[in-house]
């Protein structure tokens, strides 16, 4: 099974609001991505988790938090965002980082409006 | 630092004809080569990957992709188009760049595949 699970499919937020998205896996995969992805481009990557420790963030903005509470879940809340975050949120996942020949897997994404 | 480019951000073909996507890199070690698939408002599903074992990779739904490293070249092909295969369709690479980033996907700006009855 090569599955990679996201909730919610949609969500719509206004700049004020607190959510959360969610991101499953259970291939054993211990390497765990946030991409966002905006139209007509390609993804661009957020965060990298290896391990359940934080390898990589992009620069990215402080109101998108992640966090891996364990080696099967990821999560990404979201705190006063602005319209122009709105985006298809993806999540991926890899046997192992840092291994380069390691192929990611990829959700579904949470198509995100932010008003 | 690797980078990949694609030749063309839409393609158009008819059903029954050779579907040619052309992909090129740029990179200081020998490459890790991927091409995905995205189908509307879904996420990416991995095609096919070049590893080094073989310079000709077969992969899902009747696609194949030839490395040629005198051309820095991965371009992915199908003998013969479905209506199904309308995508659109990125060409990534990974490999040594340095740091904490060597395992980083580094994805082209992607080609639109429209495919004509």
């Known amino acids: 099974d090569t599955e990679v699970t996201q909730t919610p499919k949609h969500l719509v937020m206004g700049m004020t609001n607190k959510k959360s998205l969610k991101c499953e896996q259970h291939?054993?995969?211990?390497?765990m991505y946030w991409y966002k992805q905006k139209a007509k481009k390609p993804p661009e990557l957020m965060f990298v988790?290896?391990?359940?420790?934080?390898?990589i963030n992009e620069s990215v903005p402080s109101r998108f938090s992640p966090e891996c509470p364990n080696s099967s879940l990821l999560n990404l809340h979201l705190h006063a965002l602005q319209p122009e975050d709105s985006a298809l949120y993806l999540c991926?996942?890899?046997?192992?980082?840092?291994?380069?020949?390691?192929?990611?897997?990829f959700g579904p994404g949470t198509r995100l409006t932010v008003t | 630092a690797q980078s990949v480019t694609q030749l063309g951000s839409h393609v158009s073909v008819s059903e029954g004809a050779l579907v040619l996507l052309r992909c090129n890199y740029s990179?200081?070690?020998?490459?890790?080569l991927f091409w995905y698939v995205q189908y509307p408002n879904q996420g990416l599903q991995l095609l096919l990957k070049?590893?080094?074992?073989?310079?000709l990779v077969k992969g899902i739904n009747g696609f194949e992709a030839e490395f040629k490293k005198s051309e820095t070249s991965f371009h992915l092909t199908k003998p013969s188009a479905h209506m199904s295969d309308a995508a659109e369709y990125f060409c990534?690479?990974?490999?040594?760049?340095?740091?904490?980033?060597?395992?980083?996907?580094?994805f082209g700006q992607g080609t639109i595949l429209t495919v004509h009855p």
């Open positions: 991926a996942s890899s046997q192992d980082y840092g291994f380069y020949s390691y192929e990611q897997y």
């Open positions: 291939m054993g995969h211990r390497a």
């Open positions: 988790y290896s391990y359940e420790k934080l390898s």
């Open positions: 990179s200081s070690v020998p490459p890790y």
């Open positions: 070049y590893t080094s074992a073989a310079t």
């Open positions: 990534a690479v990974t490999g040594n760049a340095g740091g904490t980033s060597y395992g980083k996907l580094t």
